[in-house]
């Protein structure tokens, strides 16, 4: 038990100071149903909007979406966790996890979790969260293009029983690229848990997840999170 917490202690002290170092990092204590999370997030927007701009990885110069602690996180976090899903020995991947939340939140549900973003930094942040809160060594850590996905053949151990998602559909020209991705990745029978601010624009997202074959199912309002809007989202599979 000793090497264990000496093994968690060092790595997290490695990834705090690698990106307390870099960006400057602030803490925050975040509660609901009764539970207190431990929450890292970048202090400097600006300066991690600066390292976005500067990197020849980020052609378009994409905001650094990652930084920031979202409402829809918080908002897929209590439904899901409201809801006691049994995610026991289910493969579960969150896509463009940004600070890992909605994950590091199922850290105790027995789900064999996976925190994938595009961004490494963000891949480091999620961890970190994951040790402070969950007190063991972060799961599965993928780093995910979802452009990357044309032309990948889904392979049954390279997909998932659930896939989460906070606040992704926020671009338009991202909309075919991520459904593809949802198409990929997700397992025949397997369930999207998907948050959304009720931008408009989501619209358009949904009605191209249903032009390839998805049903969406808008669940019943939180009452502390009146903006934010959940879905399950599956594939119209025969016999479901």
């Not at 942040?125 to 402070?132: P, S």
Request: with cysteine; aromatic share 14%; net charge negative.
């Amino acid at each position: 038990m000793q090497q264990i917490d000496d093994i968690l202690a060092s790595r997290f002290d490695s990834l705090y100071h690698w990106l307390n170092s870099k960006y400057g990092l602030s803490e925050i204590s975040y509660t609901f149903d009764n539970s207190t999370y431990r929450v890292f997030k970048i202090k400097d927007f600006e300066l991690a909007l600066e390292e976005a701009i500067r990197d020849p990885g980020n052609p378009n110069n994409r905001s650094p979406y990652w930084t920031e602690f979202w409402p829809s996180a918080k908002a897929l976090s209590a439904f899901l966790l409201r809801q006691n899903i049994d995610f026991h020995g289910k493969n579960v991947i969150e896509l463009g996890c940004g600070l890992g939340f909605t994950g590091t939140s199922l850290g105790q549900s027995g789900g064999i979790i996976t925190l994938s973003d595009r961004e490494p930094d963000a891949l480091k942040l999620a961890e970190l969260n994951w040790i402070v809160n969950n007190g063991q060594i972060a799961p599965l850590i993928r780093q995910l293009d979802w452009n990357h996905l044309y032309g990948w053949p889904p392979k049954p151990d390279e997909q998932y029983d659930y896939i989460l998602a906070a606040d992704v559909a926020y671009e338009i020209e991202i909309f075919p690229v991520l459904v593809h991705a949802l198409s990929c990745l997700l397992r025949d029978y397997g369930d999207i848990w998907l948050s959304e601010p009720n931008r408009p624009i989501a619209n358009g997202f949904f009605l191209q997840l249903e032009a390839k074959g998805f049903t969406v199912e808008k669940q019943e309002q939180l009452e502390e999170f009146p903006n934010v809007s959940v879905y399950r989202i599956r594939k119209d599979t025969e016999g479901y």
